[in-house]
């Protein structure tokens, strides 16, 4: 085996300028694949991450039917016992209980409809990093007064720090939720329908305001292993079957997700027509290869060479040139791929606004994630082997005299 | 009871209107340690009765038999092993593999048919030596001159220890000393060894050392002089 292996490491260098242009073709093919496969996979990632951040967690407990018909009437009673119960099953990382409905917000002339959340300041911060997006004011507090609002809100509003709005709802069965509230603090989002529609509130607050004490809308849930989605599901299907429903983002973000499944198909499909360029390019170069040597083979098999040996040379040539195509390809993306993780390209002009009005941030985040890296490479592989069948099909069909005649 | 036995050989090719018969009824019998000359006008169907004895191309009709074993009947595989272990080659271009040494090349055959590793070197610088190639080992082909190269490819040949030899016009591209020094190394083998060499040749300088001349003339034996 260590002879055919010489033979074939020796048969690449032969014509290096050709080996070389093989080898860069399948570089610049595994280039190509990576750099693109990472930016559109680190978008779907980063598109369900803050969507799970922002709203939903990777999994939502909610009480019975409360996904079908939003109501505070649906809303789970969220006790000690309850709370302990969803921290202590495995993999689950943190939790944030939220109280959401509806509300009118109301200042001066100015009058809007709006999303009420009701939260845990510190749970919040830690999943979705609100406190972050603060520009103006103070972050939430527990069991302080006082409301934090986006910023396009306020600029509707015409609010500022310290402008009291006024609130004006409906509670837990039916009662009327009317309230006046401190303006402390303005955060910004990206997303428009995030900066103009939301409130936030601390959850005591939210719970006195719709007569709800100790009801949730939802426990969102977050993850030390965001792989071991649907066993923690289950695992937390089984607390209180009879008055609590389970959801994984998944069945939440359905849109979402069928968007990624869209995106993904036209992806692979572009990446499908890449593998056929290099699939040729790499299939140019061994028909090349295998015509330049039929009077070699046939001399070869003439002097006693089973056919299949020969054969293994040609498919070590064609792995070995597919190996180092792929492993520089690999190297060339990778400072790209590692840059692009840790600073994702902005977007800016019309094609961020595009973006924003998905209710996502302008930024093209590349994913690095071992796995896709490998099935490329594996792919380009077997592309090579396919392409290998050619020289096989002449070896083995190869008639001795005419190709030592040069036939 | 000779090494090689042809039998009526005949090969007819119908690609074209009217049949080509580039051997109608050859019989030859070559006996062990002969040095013979296969000759005749180009066309005449010298390489190709050549090619039936080596086992590379089928005869239309008629058997070819080698140490007793009729080649003809045998299959691919079986084919190309019983080449390996019984007949060596000397082709018209020499035909060495380009990315091995001279050495290598010579050691090739011997790797194929599996022997031991430090033996086939020994036995593969041995037979250079014994072709007067001691200082060109480590060369490849394309370092080599064409006499050089046809030597590696007789001591290619010999590597196996074939019953025969078979060479292709080995001298068609060699100059008249390369062509003296390639007949005494062979007949040299020839003595020695009791190797026996068949050649194709229409080269006056290999005739007249051959000491048994077969002329074929439109597929026949014509003449078979000893």
Known sequence: ??????????????????????????????????????MQIGTYDYMVESAVRNSTGYIQVHGKGYWEDKSLDNSLIYNEELEEKIRNTPNV????????????????????????????????????????????????????????????????????????????????HGVTAASL????????????????QLLYMDLQQAQEFYAAPGHLTSVSIMLENPGRLYQTTKSLSDIDPDNLEVMTWKEMLVELLQYIEGDNISGLFMLGILYVVVGFGILGTILMMTMERRKEFGIMVAVGMKRYKLSLIILIESVVIGILGVLAGILLSMPFIVYFYHHPIQLTGEWAEAVMEYNMEPILPFAMEPGFILNQGIVVLIITLLASIYPFLVISRLKVVNAIKGK | ????????????????KVPVYALNGVSVT??????????????????????????????????????????????????????????????????????????????????????????????????????????????????????????????????????????DEPTANLDSKS????????????????TTFIFSTHD???????????????GVVAKDEF
């Open chain 1, 1 to 38: 085996m260590k002879e055919y292996f010489k033979i074939a490491w020796r048969n690449l260098w032969r014509n290096r300028r050709r080996t070389f242009i093989t080898i860069a073709s399948v570089l610049f093919a595994i280039f190509l694949v990576l750099i693109m496969r990472s």
């Open chain 1, 93 to 172: 990382s943190s939790i944030v209980p939220r109280l959401e409905s509806f509300a009118l917000v109301s200042y001066g002339v100015q009058t809007k409809g709006i999303a009420v959340i009701g939260t845990v300041a510190d749970l919040e911060d830690k999943a979705s990093g609100l406190q972050n997006r603060l520009v103006k004011g103070n972050y939430l507090s527990e069991n302080q007064k006082g409301v934090l609002i986006p910023e396009g809100l306020a600029d509707y509003l015409k609010v500022d720090i310290g402008d009291s709005i006024v609130l004006l709802g409906q509670g837990y």
């Open chain 1, 181 to 196: 509230s401190e303006v402390t603090g303005i955060v910004r989002f990206l997303q428009p329908d995030m900066n103009n």
């Open chain 2, 1 to 16: 009871m000779g090494i090689i036995i042809t039998k009526d050989l005949r090969k007819i090719y119908s690609e074209t």
């Open chain 2, 30 to 167: 070559i006996e062990e340690g002969e040095f013979t000359s296969i000759v005749g006008p180009s066309g005449s169907g010298k390489t190709t009765l050549l090619n039936m004895i080596g086992g590379l191309d089928n005869p239309t009709e008629g058997e070819v038999h080698i140490n007793g074993v009729n080649v003809t009947t045998l299959p691919s595989g079986k084919l190309i092993d019983f080449r390996l272990h019984h007949i060596g080659f000397v082709f018209q271009s020499y035909n060495l593999i380009p990315v091995l040494t001279a050495r290598e090349n010579v050691e090739f055959i011997m790797q194929l048919q599996g022997v031991p590793k430090k033996e086939r070197a020994a036995r593969a610088i041995e037979l250079l030596e014994s072709v007067g190639l001691s200082d060109k080992i480590d060369n490849r082909p394309g370092d080599m001159s064409g006499g050089q190269q046809q030597r590696v490819s007789v001591a290619r040949a010999l590597a196996s220890k074939p019953r025969f030899i078979l060479a």
């Open chain 2, 179 to 194: 062509t003296a020094e390639l007949l005494d190394i062979m007949l040299k083998m020839n003595e020695k060894h009791k």
């Open chain 2, 204 to 218: 006056q300088r290999v005739m007249e050392r051959a000491r048994r001349i077969i002329t074929i003339e439109d």
